[in-house]
T-cell receptor
């Protein structure tokens, strides 16, 4: 099983809403990632968790708050987003230590209105 | 200079053609080299990965890395319309995948 499952697939939220994106993998990977992808651009790294600890935060605004409750789950909590935060949010996982052979989920398409 | 350069295309080829997709990179510390395929509105799909210079073949796909010239290639033989997608090279080290801009490929029947 090389699947990374993301829910929801689509999300529309207002600028005052609080919502969460969820990601799950059962490949035994101990590194999990959040990426943001705008239209016709490559994915941009937001956060990396290694062994359930935040390892990398690429200077992401605090309105994005990641959480890794256990080795299989990764959440991204959203609050007070801006319309320019509308994008495809991708979760990925890999073996700990390196992003080589990272597997991506299908993404959550987020629209902020 | 960006760390990874990739021609965005679009590249249009007839069905059955051999496709060559390429990237150059500047960081000699990169340890692994990935190719992802991304269909419209979907997540990137891992196609090929390698950790060393040389060729790696998987079915119709061949990944080639030349560390001395910092050049990465993906060859697709007997291309099919279903290969129409954006192809992203992603060399990296540690937890950082450094994506190229992606090349948009269209294979016409």
């Amino acid at each position: 099983d090389t699947e990374v499952t993301q829910t929801p697939k689509h999300l529309v939220m207002g600028m005052t809403n609080k919502k969460s994106l969820k990601c799950e993998q059962h490949m035994g990977h101990r590194a999990m990632y959040w990426y943001k992808q705008k239209a016709k651009k490559p994915p941009e790294l937001m956060f990396v968790y290694s062994y359930e600890k935040l390892s990398i935060n690429e200077s992401v605004p605090s309105r994005f708050s990641p959480e890794c409750p256990n080795s299989s789950l990764l959440n991204l909590h959203l609050h007070a987003l801006q319309p320019e935060d509308s994008a495809l949010y991708l979760c990925a996982s890999s073996h700990a230590g390196a992003a080589g052979e990272a597997f991506f989920g299908q993404g959550t398409r987020l629209t902020v209105v | 200079q960006k760390e990874v350069e990739q021609d965005p295309g679009p590249l249009s080829v007839p069905e059955g053609a051999i496709v060559s997709l390429n990237c150059t990179y500047s960081n000699s510390a990169f340890q692994y080299f990935m190719w992802y395929r991304q269909y419209s509105r979907k997540g990137p799909e891992l196609l090929m990965y390698t950790y060393s210079s040389g060729n790696k073949e998987d079915g119709r796909f061949t990944a080639q890395v030349d560390k001395s010239s910092k050049y990465i290639s993906l060859f697709i033989r007997d291309s099919q319309p279903s290969d129409s997608a954006t192809y992203l090279c992603a060399p990296g080290s540690g937890y950082a995948l450094n994506f190229g801009k992606g090349t948009s490929l269209l294979v016409t029947p």
